[in-house]
Nanobody, 121 residues
Framework: QVQLVESGGGLAQAGGSLRLSCVAS????????MNWYRQTPGRQRELVAV???????DYADSVKGRFTISRDNAKKTLYLQMNSLKPEDTGVYYC???????????????WGQGTQVTVSS
């Protein structure tokens, strides 16, 4: 069974920093592209940052220059370093990953349970 578990959310002041982590566990054959999404009340879940298996990255315009996505393949862990936080960064942040498990080797998308980030002005 494959699981993604996020941590590192919390309360920060505007201009502050937080670092999110997401650990993938279970019977994992390959861990491919990994993403961070966020959801705010009344809005659809939006893609914040992407990192592929080779380390190539992309970001939403709203976070470019402030957020950095990275991964440690040996630890099966995804990170999101968030600097210069703004109140509009408030939301639930979700880890998402394309994983093929040993059970059938078929690539599927998996979601974490989410972690709350609140930025006060």
């Amino acid at each position: 069974q494959v699981q993604l578990v996020e941590s590192g959310g919390g309360l920060a002041q505007a201009g502050g920093s937080l670092r999110l982590s997401c650990v993938a566990s279970g019977s994992i054959f390959t861990l491919d592209t990994m993403n961070w999404y966020r959801q705010t009340p009344g809005r659809q879940r939006e893609l914040v940052a992407v990192i592929d298996s080779d380390g190539g990255t992309d970001y939403a315009d709203s976070v470019k220059g402030r957020f950095t996505i990275s991964r440690d393949n040996a630890k099966k862990t995804l990170y999101l370093q968030m600097n210069s936080l703004k109140p509009e960064d408030t939301g639930v942040y979700y880890c998402h990953a394309f994983i093929s498990p040993y059970s059938d080797y078929r690539v599927r998308g998996y979601w974490g349970q989410g972690t709350q980030v609140t930025v006060s002005s």
